[in-house]
Structure formats: C-alpha cells, structure tokens
Nanobody, 120 residues
Framework: QVQLAESGGGLVQPGGSLILSCAAS?????????MGWYRQAPGKQRELVAS??????TDYADSVKGRFTISRDNANKVDLQLDSLKPEDTAVYSC??????????????WGKGTLVTVSS
C-alpha cells in the first residue's frame, strides 16, 4: 500500500510560520491524483485545509486563504507553508493522498497526523 510520511508539526507563537511536509511511498507502483492536508481541532469536524491535484490545481479553506500555501516538490510529495498563524489554527493536521495503486485500484490514504499548536 501507500505510506505517507509527515513532518513539520510543532509549537509556534501567533503570527509565526511553520512548514508541513508529506511524502508518499509504496513497494508497488502507484500514481497520485491529488494530495492535501486536513485538520481537526478538539470539538470540531475534520476539514480540508488545502489540496493540490496532479495538474497543479489548488483548493484552500476560506479560513486559511492568503496565509497558507500548498505546493508540490514532485508527484509524490507536497509542502504546506503556514504563515501568520493564529491560535484557531491549532489542530492535528493529517496528510491525505488520493492514489491509484497498480493491481488494487484507486484508494484513499492517510498519514498518522502531526500536531500544530499555536500559542504564546
């Protein structure tokens, strides 16, 4: 199957910045249709933060537009630049990949999640 390796979470003060990275890998041949980051804060539903398709089309939550930027390093790796962080951005951020796996088909994969805490 496809494994998603996440990095970059941590503690940052309001107004600060952070970079989250996610890399997809597998023992089998696979192709990524889209990758993105979701987040879930205590007492709230999980929401899409940002995503990017194989063709480079991006989508952002209204709450992060102008502050977060998602980009592709290559077909299997994405970075999320988080700027001007606010306390309400505090959440567990999880990487997601919409992928086609040879001999298995199109499947959805999730990383373990990384905690981003924005606090003074």
């Amino acid at each position: 199957q496809v494994q998603l390796a996440e990095s970059g979470g941590g503690l940052v003060q309001p107004g600060g910045s952070l970079i989250l990275s996610c890399a997809a890998s597998s023992r089998t041949i696979f192709s990524i249709y889209a990758m993105g980051w979701y987040r879930q804060a205590p007492g709230k539903q999980r929401e899409l933060v940002a995503s990017i398709t194989r063709g480079g089309v991006t989508d952002y939550a209204d709450s992060v537009k102008g502050r977060f930027t998602i980009s592709r390093d290559n077909a299997n790796k994405v970075d999320l630049q988080l700027d001007s962080l606010k306390p309400e951005d505090t959440a567990v951020y999880s990487c997601n990949a919409d992928a086609f796996v040879v001999s298995r088909g199109r499947m959805d994969f999730w990383g373990k999640g990384t905690l981003v805490t924005v606090s003074s």
